[in-house]
């Protein structure tokens, strides 16, 4: 169960974060705030598999 509440800790943070960014800086911008979403997904995805996954 510990495991399940990290992940779901973690998309959490993931949404915060990206709604942050939309609401303060790609408010009126479509493609560039495309593109920064895909790179914090990105971005968390690689942390994920490089720290969180188990070995």
Avoid at 13 to 27: C, E, P, T
Avoid at 40 to 49: N, R, S
Wanted: charged share 15%; proline share 2%; glycine share 4%.
């Amino acid at each position: 169960m510990g495991r399940q509440v990290t992940v779901a800790l973690y998309v959490a943070a993931m949404a915060a974060v990206i709604v942050a960014v939309d609401l303060s800086f790609f408010r009126h911008r479509f493609w560039e705030r495309l593109m920064v979403n895909i790179g914090i997904v990105l971005v968390f995805a690689a942390f994920y598999l490089r720290f969180l996954r188990r070995p």
